[in-house]
């Protein structure tokens, strides 16, 4: 073993005393110490580990094969023998294998199908900082197969930079272990980037400056491939002489990012341009210069929408301190930022972590085949946030994955078992028994890295049918290749696609296969990949608008950014949507057979045979709709609609609109006047008739009067009045006369109307004349209410108001005698009121 010292090695005694108790632990260690490849060599020895193997998880596939091939080389071995790797799409392991370094979603794998990780020591988790999904989960898992299972299971936290303290809290106050970096001195520039200059052209502009100004190779961060491959063709043929230009991201072929890390040949330099897939566990070898863009792309997911869109952000200062230490590992070195000093003041302290910003469907589904009900069941440095993770129970239902309480179905394990994204999962499962599992599987490789095809028709044209073509034809399948005109992709990547999907395909014809359909539609994969895509992507399927544009089903707009053939598809399945305005842009899109959702969804399509009211007819119009979510497919007219229904339509129009379509008259509405002042008086006796009363009830006051009712007219031969008599009963039918009448019987001989409106109610308007003799005021309302006298001139116009007829006669009458005097002096106006005879005409017995 190659014993060259490193700082990890001072306190490496420490953490091995730390493992064998409590066996659990926490370990920062700066870049340069040593951490990734030391700490599992020197550990293996260990009398706990006899016997035991011991799994290392990596963030980054490179990383992963990287660890291993050091590690492997200090033994003097190959990897494969004592130290192997197993990512998802290589594998060297043997018997001897002692150190297992895994990724992206491996240790799950392997804690489902083995939960007490029997014959496994310890488990490490490198770069925890970075705080992927994965990260994350296994910590989880892991930790609860200590609790319940294992508890001499080991576990190993590792970082360059973060909270030790959180992380220790959650390993149940693990101790902490520190170790210094090896790291030379990094001066950093701030360079700036002026706001109208792109950023292709800083970085060109910056990368000049650094290699006429420093030695050795540089390492440029860049947020993503398609940054990557526009620097790369700004740069081309402007290099000096001996320097290269490798790019270096994750979706590149093994070999071409092996090329990127290794040293330049003699005498040469390099410019990497690389994502944030270099911040740490690699060293890209010869690098003293960095240049920082400042940027990095992550997959945001909104549980508004139920999608996720990619989108470029401002790194924060755990990033770019990562970024800026490329520089300093074998030599002094330089750090260009491309913002400025303020800029740099105000970044963020730390990267969210992934799992505050990803889907969360496929962690859903892991909890679901682990067997928790909830995620608050596990110990986690961040929760999953509850809106996500609701969406991707929804989802996952959707996909048949959960039954309705939430628990995992077979064809949910199916998906875990596949280890894809629960949705393309689930596409390859839908497609075997069709015949289609091989194009599935070469369209979830497809759809993974949608960025494969490059050439002038890969920005312009969203018909995901040419880029299947593309893989199709460098695979040798059968279809139509001329659709692949106009698209370029790298042989390395293809191959690494294919590899992938070849690999599906096996898992889906020994375990998961139901057999191919006997009509085999393989040879016609291009009319099928909209069925596919729809098979990943339900939520997505969208029909086209009268104005070119596209509703989805989930009930959200989308549209392509210009035309194209796709654009007059009646029906798609769209794959790829920018969904970051209030209308998504459509990426990449196969067309959809409507037959298909019969066919494919039928337990989906929802039928309602309706009735609703239309004010513009005034009438109920019964119409039969056939519905895929949001997307209407059938709206027609009902010829024989259910009466019931029709009556439903009728009551809530009665509720909506109640006085407006009701045909009220002055009998009707005097009856429920004085239904509504007893009521005041006695709320338990009397009901409610008020107009917002009999139209949240309608069905209970109108249901029996409207049967066989359809239109306006209908409704305006209701009698409200019978209505309201009727539902009242004959015995308080009678009580209301008595306590609420409608007229009161004056001295003339008159029957007055009693009014129960208005702000005086009860009231009645009677000439003065009729009036005499009338001792005291009328009392209704179980004789607690007097009647308001409108007392009026023979003109019948108002002369007095009062409720105490008693001291009108003793005071008020004189004086509004000696005005009506005056200007009725034929009339009758006695001095004595009381004694007087009452009369409707000029004077008492006078036949005028």
Not at 490 to 495: C, M
Not at 698 to 722: C, H, I, N, P
Request: aromatic residues 6%; neutral net charge.
């Amino acid at each position: 073993m190659n014993r060259l010292a490193m700082p990890i090695d001072e306190i490496l005694p420490d953490l091995r005393e730390h493992l064998r108790s409590p066996g659990m632990a926490v370990l920062i260690a700066e870049p340069g110490a040593g951490k990734t490849t030391r700490t599992p060599l020197s550990l293996l020895n260990e009398p706990w580990m006899e016997g035991q193997q011991m799994i290392m998880l990596e963030p980054r596939r490179l990383a992963a094969r990287s660890a291993a091939a050091y590690m492997a080389e200090q033994l003097g071995e190959r990897v494969g023998e004592t130290v192997g790797y197993r990512i998802r799409t290589d594998s060297r392991v043997s018997a001897r294998t002692r150190i297992l370094v895994v990724t992206e979603g491996v240790l799950t794998r392997m804690l489902q199908q083995d939960a007490a990780l029997i014959g496994t020591g310890l488990v490490i988790f490198d770069e925890f900082h970075e705080r992927s999904l994965h990260a994350d989960l296994g910590l989880a898992l892991a930790l609860q197969s200590r609790q319940l299972l294992r508890e001499d299971l080991r576990l190993l936290v590792m970082s360059a930079t973060l909270d030790a303290g959180a992380v220790a809290e959650l390993l149940g106050q693990a101790p902490v272990v520190q170790s210094r970096g090896r790291m030379y001195p990094v001066e950093t520039i701030f360079v700036g980037r002026p706001q109208q200059e792109t950023l292709e052209a800083a970085v060109v502009r910056t990368v000049r400056l650094a290699l006429a100004d420093h030695e050795g190779s540089v390492l440029v961060f860049l947020p993503g491939a398609r940054e990557i491959r526009r620097v790369e063709s700004a740069l081309a043929g402007q290099m000096p002489a001996g320097v290269t230009v490798a790019p270096l991201y994750g979706a590149l072929s093994q070999e071409r990012q092996q090329l990127a890390i290794e040293a330049a040949p003699e005498g040469g330099r390099k410019v990497v341009l690389a994502t944030s897939i270099a911040e740490t566990s690699l060293t890209v070898s010869g690098v003293t210069v960095v240049i920082d863009s400042g940027l990095r792309r992550t997959a945001l997911f909104s549980p508004r929408t139920g999608m996720s869109r990619l989108v470029t952000v401002r790194a924060a200062r755990d990033s770019a301190d990562q970024r800026r230490g490329r520089a300093g590992r074998t030599a002094p070195g330089t750090c260009y930022r491309l913002w400025n000093e303020a800029e740099d003041r105000a970044l963020d302290p730390s990267t969210p972590p992934e799992m505050l910003e990803a889907d969360l469907t496929p962690l859903a589904l892991e909890l679901a085949a682990w067997g928790a009900e909830s995620p608050a069941e596990l110990a986690w440095l961040d929760a999953p946030p509850a809106a996500p993770y609701g969406q991707a129970l929804q989802l996952l239902r959707q996909l048949g994955a959960l039954d309705a309480a939430g628990r995992i179905t077979v064809h949910g394990r199916r998906l875990a078992g596949l280890g894809l994204h629960p949705r393309l999962a689930h596409m390859l499962l839908r497609a075997q028994p069709l015949g289609l599992g091989r194009a599935a599987c070469r369209l979830a490789a497809l759809l993974e890295e949608p960025g494969l095809a490059k050439g002038p028709a890969a920005g312009s044209d969203g018909d995901l049918r040419s880029r299947l073509a593309l893989l199709m034809a460098v695979a040798g399948e059968s279809g139509p290749r001329d659709h692949a005109a106009g698209l370029t992709a790298d042989p390395g990547d293809v191959q690494r696609l294919l590899t992938v999907s070849r690999q599906w395909e096996r898992r889906l014809e020994t375990q998961f296969s139901e057999g191919a359909s006997e009509s085999d539609r393989a040879g016609d994969w291009w009319r099928y990949c909209g069925l596919l895509v729809s098979f990943a992507y339900p939520d997505r399927i969208a029909r086209r608008r009268g104005d070119g544009r596209y509703l989805l089903r989930s009930g959200r707009g989308a549209a392509f950014i210009r035309q194209q053939p796709l654009s007059a598809e009646p029906f798609l399945a769209i794959a790829d949507v920018d969904d970051e305005g209030t209308e998504g842009r459509i990426l990449l899109a196969a067309p959809l057979e409507e037959s298909w959702l019969t066919e494919f969804y039928r337990d989906e399509l929802l039928e309602e045979k309706t009735a609703e009211w239309d004010d513009q007819v005034g009438a109920v119009r019964a119409r039969i709709t056939l519905s895929f979510g949001a997307i209407m497919l059938k709206d027609h007219p009902d010829p024989n609609p259910s009466p019931d229904r029709v009556q439903a339509a009728l009551l809530r129009v009665v509720a909506e609109q109640g006085a407006r379509i009701l045909p009220w008259n002055a009998k009707s509405r005097q009856f429920q006047a004085r239904i509504m002042f007893l009521r005041r008086l006695n709320e338990e006796r009397w009901p409610d008739v008020s107009d917002e009363a009999l139209s949240a009830e309608a069905e209970e006051w109108f249901g029996a009067y409207v049967a066989g009712f359809r239109k306006k007219s209908d409704l305006q031969s209701l009698s409200l009045f019978t209505i309201l008599e009727n539902r009242l009963g004959w015995q308080h039918t009678q009580e209301l006369n008595v306590e609420a009448p409608t007229h009161l019987l004056v001295p003339s001989g008159s029957k007055i109307p009693v009014q129960y409106d208005g702000p005086q109610a009860p009231y009645a308007s009677v000439r003065l004349q009729e009036v005499f003799g009338m001792m005291q005021t009328p009392v209704i309302g179980y004789g607690r209410i007097p009647v308001t006298l409108h007392l009026l001139s023979p003109a019948s116009r108002p002369v007095q108001v009062t409720s105490d007829l008693t001291s009108f006669w003793k005071s008020g009458y004189f004086e509004v005698k000696k005005d009506l005097k005056g200007r009725y002096p034929k009339h009758y106006w006695p001095e004595d009121p009381l004694q007087a005879t009452a009369t409707r005409r000029v004077r008492p017995g006078n036949g005028q």
